[in-house]
């Protein structure tokens, strides 16, 4: 009896380590197996058997991994969030001041991307009209609400003078009318004492760029026989001589006829805009391509001559809304100078009974330099 319990426990313990020894030789195998499928898989690349196992393998599992996805989701945002309440205080404050220094860094680029298109437009604009022209930079507006004028940060010293136009990146603004060592003024030509001598781009029809106390700009001086639709283009027609020939001014918003009237209404919107810290550009000199030819002058004196003997026609004795028109014009092109370069020529006659009538200039006379601008 003790034999046969000694035999069976002698049997028991070969089962033990036949089970031990199994189990080890199983993990062998399929650890050689695993290696050797995966070299395979990586030989075979991506269109062997091997891909098809996983694609159908990935396929069956997918809806166990999307409902694994869907419920673990919700807990980890809960994570997310405890992460978050535990944060300390100084991370927190590390991150705010990240952010705002990111803020102020985004507001940087931006500006200097602002500015890198301004100075671009500058000099898309100075080669499209060969302008000679020097930069500037706008470091003030005007101190009262009379004058429209803005201060730019060049003078005298950076060869500047009295007299020259002033563009932004799209078109004209103004021209300087007082010049220091190191600043200079700029008279914009929406300033009520501006004029430039203008014309319809389209129509080539001459008239003259008024400023106004309230900003407004008005063409003025175009007869109603000429062409101006809204839309219209208006440039600077040279006659003045300051504002090179073809300078973009403005867009046409209005185009008005009063019955009976020789001349339209006409309101103009400024293509240049300017505000302090911006750049622009001064035009230091013309070429003679950029100013009015003989030409340009013989066809502005024959629509001015039109309109003088309309007006003749229309009025006998001189007295007529037509002889105040000529004589508003003439005035305006004859104003106190800022400049003194006026040469229009204006004669005046005075009748027995003490009023005064006014011979009308000629338009090359009207758009000659003036102290209102050009």
Known sequence: MPLTNGTRGFSSSLNENSNKHTGGRTF??????????????????????????????????????????????????????????????ETLTQLKEENEQLRSRNAELEEANTSAQRLQGLLDLRDTYNLQATGARVISGSSDSWSSTVTIDKGTTSGLAVGMPVTDSSAAIGQIIAAGPTTSTVRLITDEHSGVAAMVQSSRAQGMLMGSASGQLTLNQVRTDQTVKVGDTVVASGLGGVFPKGLPLGKVTSVETNPGALYYTIVVEPLGHVTNNEEVMVITSLTEEQKATASDISDADAQNAGSNSSSGSDSGDGSGSDGNDTK???????????????TGTTSSNADANGNTSVSPSTNSERHSETGRTD
């Open 28 to 89: 062998i195998i399929l650890t050689i197996l695993s290696a050797v499928l995966l070299t395979a898989g990586v030989h075979m690349g991506e269109g062997g058997p091997f891909a098809a196992i996983r694609g159908g393998f990935a396929t069956i599992t997918m809806p166990i991994r999307l409902v694994g996805s869907a419920f673990s989701a919700p807990f980890q945002g809960i994570g997310n969030v405890f992460s978050n309440l535990t944060a300390s205080q």
């Open 328 to 342: 508003n014009s003439s005035d305006s092109s004859s104003s106190a100078s800022g400049t003194g370069q006026n």
